[in-house]
């Protein structure tokens, strides 16, 4: 799996945008369409940063003890399965992929 | 200075509008024109001891000039068009125009409009259709965002 930044506003149906700053993940659209977007300068690869390198995300040594050390790791593998080999409640896994989304997404500028 | 490849023209441009059940309706095959004009409001100023002005800038407008082509359907661009000015006057319609055309990657621009002016010129010697070109203008933001379905 891929992780691609938004570098512009991305619409996905008639009443559905992701923002640019934001980012996708290529299991979720086409190869044609990632391609395409890509050639467009819609969105671009984001090289994900280690779990280590994320201030305040105490979970990176845990995670690291089942071959995960870096965001896009964490966010394409099925929650149920780390739940699982870490023996952590699943709501616990859900919260660290919100806590490294929120990392991976850039805010947009106010009057943007 | 190499020369662009990704050239592309008008012919394939794709249109939309709300009909008048509010439902984004695709009128490209009833109109032939779609002029978009941006502008940023801009201000001056010189002081003492130059010659040169200073620019602040401030507000963003923009208008949109649409040509319907006067059809019989009841579906079609000329049919919005006119229910719009006679039934629902003052009403916002969703525009949005997707360039070159409905496809992955396309420049998607969307506004909130309203329908300013609507001349309809009628001539006698002419056989080409006669035509609606439409004034119309956002009430808000008008966004650019990339189509990606």
Same mark, same amino acid.
């Given at each position: ?6 570098l =512009?506003?991305?619409q996905?149906?008639?009443s559905?945008?992701?923002? #640019?700053?934001?980012f996708?993940?290529s ?15 819609a *969105?671009g ?14 979970? #990176? ?5 089942i071959? *995960? ?5 964490l966010?394409?593998?099925p929650?149920?399965?780390? #739940? ?24 947009? =500028?106010?009057?943007? | 200075m ?5 050239? $592309? /023209? ?5 249109i939309? !509008?709300? /009909? ?11 109109? /032939? ?9 801009v ?10 002005e200073? @620019?602040?800038?401030?507000? @963003? ?16 661009a000329? &049919? !919005?068009? @006119? ?8 009403? /916002? +319609?969703?525009? +949005?125009?997707? @360039?070159? +055309? +409905? ?12 329908l $300013?002016?609507?001349? !309809?010129?009628?001539? &006698?010697?002419? &056989? ?12 808000? &933001? ?8």
């Open positions: 799996m891929t992780l691609y930044r938004v =512009r506003t991305l996905v149906s008639e559905r945008t992701i923002p #640019a700053g934001d996708l993940l299991d979720e659209h086409k190869q044609t369409t990632l391609d395409k977007l890509e050639e467009v300068g *969105i690869i984001l090289h994900a940063p280690p779990l280590s390198e994320l201030p305040g995300f105490d979970a #990176a040594e845990q995670l690291a003890t071959g *995960i050390v870096n965001a896009d790791q966010l394409e593998m929650s149920e399965k780390i #739940a699982e080999r870490l023996s952590v409640d699943r709501t616990t896994v859900l919260q660290w992929r919100a806590d490294v989304s929120n990392w991976l997404i850039i805010p947009v =500028r106010a009057g943007g | 190499p020369q662009t490849t990704t050239a $592309v /023209n008008a012919c394939d441009a794709s939309w !509008i709300d /009909n008048a059940s509010g439902v984004l309706t695709d009128v490209s095959g009833s109109s /032939n024109t779609i002029n978009m004009s941006f502008a940023e409001q201000g001056a100023v010189r002081n003492f001891g130059t010659r040169w200073i @620019l602040l800038t401030c507000g @963003l407008s923009a208008k949109f000039g649409f040509t319907a082509v006067y059809s019989t359907s009841a579906t079609e000329k &049919a !919005i068009l @006119l229910d719009w000015f006679f039934n629902k006057p003052g009403t /916002n +319609k969703t525009l +949005k125009v997707y @360039l070159p +055309k +409905k496809d992955v990657g396309a420049d998607v621009y969307t506004a909130e409009v309203k $300013v002016t609507m001349p !309809i010129t009628v001539q &006698a010697a002419t &056989a080409e259709p006669m035509q609606i070109s439409c004034e119309l203008q956002p009430d808000g &933001a008008v966004t650019w965002v990339t189509n990606a379905t």
